[in-house]
């Protein structure tokens, strides 16, 4: 196979998978790939859902009539490359050998050929600007936000995210920028089990906005903590390296999978527990509770641009309505005086400050507590003593997850 066709290749597929299919880039294991082929063929794919907009307005302009999924994907990625300014000989040979492989598609290798031959080089989307956010998003975020606010959102979620590490002290770490909150920042990390300190377990990756539930909620050597929904375990491994005598429970067996090799790599301890939270019953209380509750995800769209083409929203309300139950129970399980904090990786009000303000309201005894954060802009937190992060807030580092959070003291 021609150099660099068996990502792209991928590429295709993964697109047909989400863009067809519904599947999720997490869904794609790529087993016949080399390693560096898949992790390719996953940037290629994400790069084309991040430019979809712009990439189908340039092919409406030459196509008289759609063609099939599988073609048009062809063509997506291959004007993203020629807009990312790869060589445009390697990338039209490519898309057209693509199409003439394929049984439903080998009769429109002329038309790929003069299509991309006709975009001139470098050019190929000035002017058009960032893409928007689907409508099911983009509508309730403009009412919480106002539309500059989206639109910023939106401009960073158009680039490729760089990598966040959470550092352990005393150990070896790659070169990157050390972020304000303390997270360090790789732009062009490679691959990342060959970074300096992967193999001692002196880092794990997670986005600098995820690592805030964990330093807001402060767990202290000795303490008995839970992380509820613990799953890939980022969350774990800080209050681990704080000395806290954790639980993790999480209700995928394969995902605690991964909590536990990372905590194999890093050699740290944690009880691990595979179990639905809404029947679960710890044997004793906990003096504090980390809830990262289900949620829609839609602030971590900058780093899985497949969300908005694979989900519609209408899953939000049973989202809220588990939320809710997770945090009663959880509240429960705190001894007198516990604390919690209750996070979602959600830009959605009512997955964040309405569920906050709803938890306040049920239980007259809670009280939420606003701490010094390193790196935290004042600007961040809520009149009711939240913290809310979005995507648009150190734009010119390459953003953050959006998140919500609140810690929450029991009476």
């Known amino acids: 196979m021609a150099e660099g066709l068996a990502a ?8 047909d998978g989400v863009l067809g299919e519904g599947r999720m880039l997490s869904d794609f294991a790529g087993p016949d790939l080399a390693p560096a082929d898949r992790a390719r063929a996953l940037r290629l794919a994400g790069a084309v859902l991040r430019h979809l907009e712009s990439a ?28 990312q300014g790869a060589p445009a000989h390697g990338v039209v040979n490519a898309a057209v050998e693509m199409v003439r492989q394929g049984k439903r598609t080998g009769h429109l290798s002329g038309l790929v050929n003069a299509i991309l031959r006709a975009v001139p080089e470098g050019t190929v989307f000035d002017g058009l600007g960032p893409q928007k956010l689907p409508r099911w998003l983009r509508q309730p975020l403009v009412h919480a936000y106002g539309r500059d606010v989206v639109t910023a959102i939106e401009a960073v979620q158009a680039t490729e995210p760089p990598l966040d590490l959470t550092l352990r002290a005393g150990f070896e770490t790659p070169a990157g920028e050390l972020l304000p909150t303390g ?62 005598e954790v639980t993790a429970l999480d209700i995928s067996g394969p995902r605690m999978a991964r909590v536990a090799a990372n905590l194999a790599r890093t050699e740290l301890a944690a009880h691990l527990v595979v179990a639905d939270a809404l029947v679960w019953e710890p044997d004793a209380s906990f003096d504090a509770i980390l809830l990262d509750a289900p949620c829609s995800a839609t602030g971590t769209v900058r780093r899985h641009p497949d969300l908005p083409f694979v989900k519609d929203g209408s899953e939000v309300e049973g989202l809220v309505a588990l939320q809710t139950q997770l945090l009663d129970r959880a509240l429960g399980w705190l001894r007198p005086g516990g604390r919690l904090v209750f996070a979602t990786c959600s830009l959605l009000p009512e997955e964040g400050e309405e569920q906050l303000a709803a938890a306040l309201a049920r239980h007259p005894g809670l009280g939420v507590e606003r701490m010094d954060l390193a790196g935290v802009a004042p600007a961040w937190w809520t009149d009711m003593g939240g913290l809310r992060l979005r995507p648009d807030y150190w734009a010119e580092r390459g953003g953050m997850d959006g998140f919500f959070m609140a810690r929450l003291r029991s009476a």
């Open 56 to 83: 189908d307005r340039i092919l409406d302009r030459h196509l008289r009539k759609s063609p099939p999924l599988t073609a048009r994907n062809v063509l997506r990625l291959a004007l993203v490359e020629l807009a």
């Open 183 to 244: 997270s360090l920042r790789l732009t062009a990390p490679g691959q990342v089990s060959t970074l300096p300190g992967y193999a001692a377990g002196g880092w794990w990756v997670q986005d600098a906005a995820a690592a805030l539930p964990a330093r807001l909620l402060d767990a202290q050597p000795g303490e008995k903590v839970l992380d509820l929904c613990a799953a890939p375990g980022g969350k774990t491994l800080q209050m681990a390296a704080a000395g806290a």
């Open 8 to 15: 792209r290749a991928a590429a295709v597929a993964i697109l």
